[in-house]
Each structure stands twice: as structure tokens, then as C-alpha cells.
């Protein structure tokens, strides 16, 4: 089984400055992948970033990065100088990758608001 | 750049009625998934499909629910008979079936039942 936790559901920021959004994660699985999403007010899911379990460095993706402990179970993503449009709610997922299945499982969310 | 498609973009039916909810995935992905979001919660899986057939379904996808592949693009979602607890935005999602692969979303269906 796998939990997905994010504990802020909602954050402020102000623009051009950076903010990290926490994501702590439980599995038995010994290899899994985390995700980062972004859905705008609009409703779509947007893929953000990826990062694997056996990765030895963190993932970055332009202003978004993935603050990865493993020891500590945690996920966070990191969006630097943040911009208007990066209000959205902000989902974490994750879901083993040697078993086969391929359901992602999701956290409750945080939702971003970014200050002019 | 590719993108999954989905129709309509809100449905409302009443309850007790079949609905069938449309995606066509990204062209040279091999599975295909369908996740919905009551209001407010969070996204929750229900059911992958690979070479034509289910690979993977969660609890909520009881005998309610069946998907389909009918033909070389689209991929449906068709709930029986619906229930007030069905409203909610599903979305598919489609992957190339790398061993880490990201899923792409569509842009979601907002069922109502009334």
C-alpha cells in the first residue's frame, strides 16, 4: 500500500520568490517513482516533475526542483521565483515501479496562491 | 505537442442513467488510464488498460463501471447506472509504458448526476 501526505493545504507566496511545497510519502515498494502535478482553476492536471526512488541527484525541471530525502520519506517540490500563473493546487503522487502496477496514488493537495 | 483529448467537458445526467465518457489518448501510448476528483478531494485512480484489456482497477471500479477500446484512438469510460456519488471530474490518462513513464492528463469531464 501507498500514502501520499501534504500537510499545507493551503500557501502563500509573494511573486518572484521561492516557495516549497511539503510532500511526505509511505511505501513498501523498494523502487517507486514520485510525481509532481498542477492543476489550475481550469481543472487540468499538469505533469511538473518526476523524480525516481534510485535517482542519486535531485530532479529539476526549469523553476521547479524535487527536494528529495529518502531517509526521511519526503517529496517536496520547490518552485523558485514564483510567478502569477503558479497559483494552482498542487498535487504529489507517487507508484511503484517493479511490481507492474501503475497507479499513481495522490495527496490531499496544497493550493498556492502567489501574491503580486 | 500531443495532448489527450476528452468529451464532453461536462455531462449531467440523471440518476440511473448510462453515461459514456470519451478519450482519445496521446497516439503512440500504450496505457491508458481513468482517475476521477469528487469536488474538492483528491484524485483517485480507478482502472488502467493495456493491450486491450484491464491491468489494474481499484475498489471504486465495481460492475457499475466498464472501459472500452472500440476502436484504434478512442477509449471510453461507461458508467451503467449512475448514482448522486458518481458526480465528479474524471479524467483518463495516457503513458508510453516506460518503466518510470509519466501519465498524461486530459483536461477532465465534469459529470453531475442529478
Known amino acids: 500500500a501507498q500514502k501520499i501526505t501534504q500537510t499545507q493545504p493551503g500557501m502563500f507566496v509573494q511573486e518572484k520568490e521561492a516557495v516549497t511545497l511539503d510532500c511526505t510519502y509511505d511505501?513498501?515498494?523498494?523502487?517507486?517513482?514520485l510525481f509532481w502535478y498542477k492543476q489550475p482553476s481550469s481543472g487540468e492536471m499538469i505533469f511538473l516533475i518526476y523524480q525516481g526512488s534510485y535517482d542519486q541527484q535531485n530532479a529539476t525541471e526549469g523553476r521547479y526542483s524535487l527536494n528529495f530525502q529518502k531517509a526521511r520519506k519526503s517529496a517536496n517540490l520547490v518552485i523558485s521565483a514564483s510567478q502569477l500563473g503558479d497559483s494552482a493546487m498542487y498535487f504529489c503522487a507517487m507508484r511503484g515501479l517493479d511490481t507492474g502496477r501503475r497507479a499513481l496514488t495522490f495527496g490531499s493537495g496544497t493550493r498556492l496562491q502567489v501574491q503580486p | 505537442e500531443p495532448e489527450v483529448t476528452q468529451t464532453p467537458s461536462h455531462q449531467v445526467t440523471q440518476m440511473g442513467q448510462e453515461v459514456i465518457l470519451r478519450c482519445v489518448p496521446i497516439?503512440?501510448?500504450?496505457?491508458f488510464y481513468w482517475y476521477r476528483q469528487i469536488l474538492g478531494q483528491k484524485v483517485e485512480f480507478l482502472v488502467s488498460f493495456y493491450n486491450n484489456e484491464i491491468s489494474e482497477k481499484s475498489e471504486i471500479f465495481d460492475d457499475q463501471f466498464s472501459v472500452e477500446r472500440p476502436d484504434g484512438s478512442n477509449f471510453t469510460l461507461k458508467i451503467r447506472s449512475t448514482k448522486l456519488e458518481d458526480s465528479a471530474m474524471y479524467f483518463c490518462a495516457s503513458s508510453e509504458g516506460r518503466s518510470y513513464d509519466e501519465q498524461f492528463f486530459g483536461p477532465g469531464t465534469r459529470l453531475t448526476v442529478l
Open positions: 497516439s503512440n501510448h500504450l496505457y
Open positions: 511505501t513498501s515498494d523498494p523502487s517507486y517513482g
